[in-house]
DNA sequence: CGGCAATGCGCC
DNA sequence: AAACGGCGCATTGCCG
C-alpha cells in the first residue's frame, strides 16, 4: 500500500435495483444519482461533501488527491465504487478516471484473509461495532424514489443523516485498512485481473433470451393450473403445503429434494421398493406423481437466470460484475447475479434426443415452435434450461476459446502426496477404470462396464478429502450396502493412494503444531506459519491461505472418548453467521488442493492476458476466452502451461478444449 | 414491508 | 482406529 492513500464511501439513489442490476448497470443507469460521498485521508481528516456540488472546481482538495498518482483510493467493494465513479464523477461531472491500479479494496483483502465480506459483520468481527443501523436505514430510505410521488426525498435533514451515515461506513473501513493491510504477495496483480474481467464482461445474447422466457412463459401458466387443480390452489414453490397434500393424498414424504423424489417416482416404475431404505410401503397416488412431476419442472430455479440475464446487461449488451474475487475459502471466485457458476449442464435428461447440437437446440428454441420443441427435446422449460449457457456469446467477430482442466483436484490431490503410481493412470490409461478394477478385483474398461466404472470415477472423485463411508453411500450409492460403500472407500485409501490419507494425517499434524507451538511447520511443502490474529498456510505456489481466529482445541478420538489429543479451530463465516470450525485433515487437503488448482488457472489467465487472449469468464478449472480462431493454438499451448512449483510436484496438467461462438459445457 | 433463517438446487 | 467440501440465489415462512 502506498503511504498515501483515502478511503471513500458513496452513498446513492436510483430507480435501479442495485441487487439485480449490480454494480454497472447500477452506475450507467440515469436515474442514478450521489447523495452523498465522504473519505478520510491518510492523515486522518475526514471530509463530507455536499451532494449538490459535486464538480471537481467545487471540490479543490479531493481535486488534488484524484492528481495525486501516489494516492490511492480505498474502498470497501470498489468495484461500486469504481463504476459510480467512472460512469457518475467522469461523465456528469468531468472528473479524471482513476486506473485500477490506483484502487485498493478492503472487501477483497477481508476475504482473502478468511474473513466476512459483508462490512457490518467484518466490523463487528475485528471489534469495531455493528453497523449504524438507524443511520442505515435513513440511507435505504432515501436510497429509492418514493413510490407514491416517484421521486427523491430531498429533504436537508435526510442529506445530513445520510452523510453522516456514510461518514461512519468510512471510519469503520479506514479501521478495517489499518488492520488488514495489503494484499499478500501477488493477490495485488490478481485482483486487477479481477476487475479487468468484470469490467470487460460478456456479451449476452438478448433475442435468445427473450426466446427462452418466450417458452418458459408460454409452458407455464397450463402447468400451474394444473397444479392448481390437483393440490386445491397451491404454487408449485410451496413445499411444506405440498408435503401436507401429498400426505393427505397417500403419499408420506419427508423431503422434496429432487434426490427423494426421484427415488420415489423411480421405485413405482420397478417392481417394488427396496428392503432396508423405504421403511414403509410405497403406493405413488397418480395425483401426488403428477402433481411432483409438475413441482420438477415448474419450481426450477434455472430458469431464473433468464430475467437475471437482462437485468444485469449492460447498454453495450454485455454482462459485467458476474464474478467475486475471492468469493470461496481458498480463492476461487464466487458467482453473481446470474450465478454463471452453476449453468446446468445439458445433455443428460434433456428428452429424448440425447446427441442433438447446442446449434439444433438453440434453433428450435428461437424458432418458438413449442411443439417441436417438445418433440426433439421433451420437455420445453427443461430444453430451455439445459440451453441456457448458450446465452451467453461471444462478439460477432470473435468466438469462445474455453479450456477446462481435466480432473484436476484428483490429479493435484495425489501429486502433493507423492502418490505419483496412481496418477499414472491418469496420463497413461482410465483413471476410474482403474479405480473399479481395485474396487471389484475384475477387468473395467468404459465399454462394457460402465456401472463398475461410474463407480471408480466416484470413489476417484469422492475420496480424497477423507470421505467416509455414510456419506459415499447416501451421495452415490443408496441402494448398496454400507460395507460396500466402505469397500470403495478402503480400496482408495489402501490400494490406489496411501499417501493420500498420510497427506490428511500430515497437514493437520502440522497445522495444529504450528498453533499449539507458535512455530512454523512444514509437509510435503505445505508450510503453516502462526501469524498473529491467523494461522496462514503458505502453498508451494508463494500464495497464503488465511485461517483467521485459530485455537487450541483438545479433541476426544471416535474410538476413545479418554484419548484426548491436541487440535484446533478457526472462525468461518457461514450461512450469515460466523462459526467456529475443527480443522480436521480431510478439510486442510481440501483447501490446499483447491488453492493450487485455482493458481494453476490463474497462472493460465495471466499467460492468456499477457498475450492478448482475454478472458470473459472463469468457473474455478476452466477458462473462457473471448478471441480469434487463429488463437487457438496458442491458448491450448498456454493453457497446458504450468509453473515451475506445479513441475516439481510434477501435477500433469490437461485440458478438454473447446472453440464455439456459444458458452457451452 | 424488509430482514433473516432454513431449505432446495445448480455447478465445481 | 476418523471425519463435516465450497459457492449464490430463489423461495417460504417467521418476525418485527
Given at each position: 500500500m502506498s503511504k498515501k492513500w483515502i478511503c471513500l464511501d458513496f452513498e446513492t439513489a436510483s430507480g435501479c435495483d442495485l441487487k439485480k442490476a449490480g454494480a454497472y448497470v447500477y452506475a450507467e443507469n440515469p436515474t442514478t444519482e450521489i447523495t452523498a460521498l465522504c473519505y478520510v485521508t491518510h492523515y486522518g481528516y475526514g471530509y463530507e461533501l455536499d451532494p449538490a456540488k459535486l464538480s471537481p472546481e467545487d471540490n479543490p482538495g479531493l481535486l488534488a488527491e484524484v492528481n495525486d498518482p501516489e494516492v490511492m483510493f480505498v474502498a470497501h467493494n470498489a468495484a461500486f465504487e469504481r463504476a459510480i465513479w467512472r460512469?457518475?464523477?467522469?461523465?456528469?461531472?468531468?472528473w479524471p478516471d482513476i486506473p485500477i491500479e490506483r484502487w485498493h479494496c478492503t472487501m477483497a483483502v477481508a476475504l482473502m484473509k478468511?474473513?466476512?465480506?459483508?462490512l457490518d459483520v467484518l466490523s463487528t468481527v475485528l471489534g469495531f461495532?455493528?453497523?449504524d443501523m438507524e443511520g442505515n436505514k435513513v440511507a435505504l430510505g432515501l436510497s429509492k424514489?418514493?413510490?407514491?410521488?416517484?421521486?427523491?426525498?430531498?429533504s436537508p435533514a435526510l442529506i445530513r443523516r445520510t452523510s453522516a451515515y456514510c461518514m461512519d461506513d468510512v471510519e469503520k473501513e479506514v479501521k478495517v485498512l489499518r488492520r488488514t493491510h495489503n494484499f499478500y504477495g501477488g493477490e495485488r496483480k490478481v485482483w486487477e485481473m479481477d476487475q479487468r474481467i468484470n469490467d470487460r464482461g460478456i456479451r449476452i445474447d438478448d433475442k435468445y433470451v427473450h426466446a427462452c422466457m418466450g417458452v418458459v412463459q408460454r409452458a407455464l401458466p397450463p402447468l400451474l393450473t394444473r397444479f392448481s387443480e390437483l393440490t386445491g390452489g397451491?404454487?408449485?414453490?410451496q413445499g411444506e403445503k405440498l408435503k401436507g397434500w401429498l400426505s393427505a393424498n397417500g403419499l408420506e414424504i419427508d423431503s422434496l429434494n429432487k434426490e427423494t423424489v426421484s427415488r420415489l417416482m423411480g421405485e413405482e416404475l420397478e417392481d417394488g421398493p427396496d428392503s432396508?431404505?423405504?421403511?414403509q410401503p410405497i403406493t405413488m397416488p397418480p395425483v401426488c406423481r403428477e402433481a411432483l412431476y409438475i413441482r420438477g419442472l415448474a419450481?426450477?430455479?434455472?430458469?431464473?437466470k433468464l430475467p437475471a440475464m437482462l437485468a444485469c446487461?449492460?447498454?453495450?449488451?454485455r454482462a459485467r460484475g458476474l464474478m467475486q474475487y475471492?468469493?470461496?475459502?481458498?480463492?476461487r471466485w464466487a458467482g453473481r447475479i446470474?450465478?454463471?457458476?452453476?449453468f446446468p449442464r445439458a445433455g443428460?435428461?434433456?428428452?429424448?434426443?440425447?446427441?442433438?447440437s447446442p446449434d439444433e437446440l438453440m434453433a428450435a428454441i428461437m424458432e418458438g415452435d413449442d411443439s417441436y420443441l417438445r418433440m426433439v427435446f421433451g420437455e420445453p422449460i427443461e430444453a430451455v434450461s439445459a440451453g441456457l449457457?448458450?446465452?451467453?456469446v461471444s462478439d460477432e467477430d470473435k468466438t469462445f476459446l474455453i479450456a477446462d482442466f481435466k480432473t484436476i483436484e484428483a490429479r493435484v490431490v495425489l501429486a502433493v502426496a507423492g502418490q505419483h503410481d496412481a496418477l499414472k493412470s491418469f496420463t497413461e490409461g482410465d483413471p476410474y477404470s482403474a479405480m473399479a478394477e481395485k474396487i471389484f478385483h475384475t477387468p473395467v474398461n468404459k465399454k462394457d462396464q460402465p456401472e463398475l466404472r461410474q463407480t471408480g470415477k466416484n470413489t476417484i472423485l469422492g475420496c480424497?478429502?477423507?470421505?467416509g463411508a455414510p456419506k459415499f453411500q447416501m451421495r452415490y450409492?443408496?441402494?448398496?450396502?454400507i460395507e460396500f460403500a466402505q469397500s470403495c472407500i478402503d480400496a482408495y485409501r489402501?490400494?490406489?493412494?496411501?499417501k493420500v490419507v498420510e497427506l490428511w494425517y500430515g497437514l493437520e499434524r502440522a497445522a495444529t503444531e504450528a498453533v499449539w507451538s507458535g512455530e512454523p511447520q512444514e509437509y510435503n511443502g505445505i508450510v503453516y506459519i502462526p501469524e498473529g490474529e491467523w494461522l496462514t498456510c503458505l502453498l508451494p505456489s508463494g500464495r497464503k491461505l488465511w485461517y483467521y481466529g485459530p485455537q487450541k482445541t483438545m479433541k476426544p478420538m471416535p474410538w476413545d472418548i479418554n484419548d484426548v489429543r491436541p487440535g484446533w479451530s478457526h472462525l468461518t463465516y457461514k450461512a450469515g453467521r460466523l462459526i467456529r470450525r475443527d480443522a480436521y485433515g480431510g478439510l486442510l487437503t481440501e483447501n490446499v488442493v483447491q488453492g493450487m488448482a485455482r493458481d494453476l488457472l490463474v497462472h493460465c489467465v495471466f499467460l492468456c492476458e499477457h498475450e492478448q487472449?482475454?478472458?470473459?469468464l472463469t468457473v474455478h478449472d476452466e477458462n473462457v476466452c473471448e478471441s480469434h480462431t487463429e488463437r487457438a493454438k496458442l491458448f491450448r499451448e498456454l493453457m497446458t502451461n504450468t509453473p515451475d512449483w506445479a513441475k516439481q510436484y510434477k501435477i500433469p496438467v490437461e485440458i478438454d478444449f473447446m472453440q464455439a461462438d456459444r458458452y457451452r459445457k
Open positions: 460512469e457518475i464523477m467522469v461523465k456528469r461531472f468531468n478468511g474473513l466476512p465480506a459483508k461495532g455493528g453497523k424514489f418514493n413510490k407514491k410521488t416517484g421521486m427523491l426525498d430531498h397451491l404454487k408449485p414453490t432396508d431404505q423405504i421403511t419450481a426450477s430455479a434455472s430458469v431464473k446487461q449492460g447498454s453495450d449488451g475471492h468469493g470461496a475459502g481458498p480463492g446470474l450465478q454463471p457458476h452453476n443428460l435428461d434433456v428428452g429424448d434426443n440425447q446427441t442433438a449457457r448458450h446465452a451467453l480424497g478429502f477423507q470421505m450409492c443408496p441402494k448398496e450396502t489402501k490400494d490406489l493412494a496411501p487472449i482475454p478472458t470473459v
